[in-house]
């Protein structure tokens, strides 16, 4: 599934060398420069300069709150009955969890996750793919996933290619489940209980970010003694006023 969706082409016309071009567009929208070429013989006067921009909509993560059927196939959406979903600003002041859209297929250049590297510290990166074909072990690292736990560190996850579900608990232990496709890059704060699960289609492909080296001990519920869960839940009863954000 893409991460955006190609909508139109906006061709700029400039007069007199102008610099700048303004687009006022929604929230779920991008622009990206497609080209950019100078003309000495327009037919309109004082044209010198052509632009072409490509605008695209962003495609946004959906999150919901979960059903109770846990004995069920959890790759399935688990929905509610009537479904209830949540928009991001009140899932970061519910949990904390941040999420950005990025662009997968150029992701080294995008301007998103170089400004988060930057700003974060994220030094680390490497890349996984969880499907039955290249996971070893896959039966237990899917089992190992989906068990309630926290890290000490934040957990950040960019996805190329593929889809899965993670899933939060709420201020009020409640789980809420995030839909991860290609180019959704989501933080989850250290400290929260969570968990992951692939979807019906068994497969994603994910970069992962670290701040130096990187972490990977998960701590299984209960885990409430640790500092890291102490802090969280301070900042959660705060509705994360005072937390890092880019």
């Known amino acids: 599934m893409p991460s955006v969706s190609f909508l139109w082409k906006y061709i700029y016309y400039t007069q007199n ?26 037919p309109a006067p004082r044209i010198d300069r052509i632009i072409e921009i490509n605008i695209y909509q962003s495609k946004m993560v959906k999150v919901w709150f979960m059903d109770n059927e846990q004995k069920i196939d959890q790759r399935l959406e688990h929905h509610r009955s009537p479904p209830a979903y949540l928009e991001l600003p009140e899932l970061y002041q519910k949990t904390g969890v941040e999420y950005f859209k990025i662009n997968a297929d150029d992701y080294q250049n995008d301007a998103i996750l170089r ?26 690292k899917l089992k190992n996933f989906f068990t309630e736990h926290l890290h000490t560190e934040e957990e950040i996850r960019l996805v190329l290619d593929g889809s899965g579900y993670f899933d939060v608990r709420d201020n009020e ?60 839940l301070k900042h959660q009863a705060e509705n994360f006023v005072q937390f890092k954000q880019a």
């Open 115 to 140: 400004e988060l590297r930057a700003k974060r510290g994220y030094t680390y990166d490497d890349e996984i793919t969880c499907s039955e074909k290249c996971l070893p072990d896959y039966a237990n």
């Open 173 to 232: 232990e409640q789980w809420l489940r995030i839909q991860v496709v290609k180019g959704d890059l989501i933080i989850i704060p250290a400290g929260i209980y969570h968990r992951f699960t692939l979807d019906s289609n068994n497969f994603v492909k994910v970069r992962r970010y670290f701040v130096g080296k990187p972490v990977w001990t998960p701590h299984n519920r209960p885990a409430d003694d640790l500092d890291c869960r102490k802090s969280y």
């Open 17 to 42: 060398s102008c610099h700048g071009v303004c687009l006022l567009l929604p929230k779920s929208y991008r622009a990206e420069l497609h080209s950019t070429r100078w003309v000495s013989h327009f």
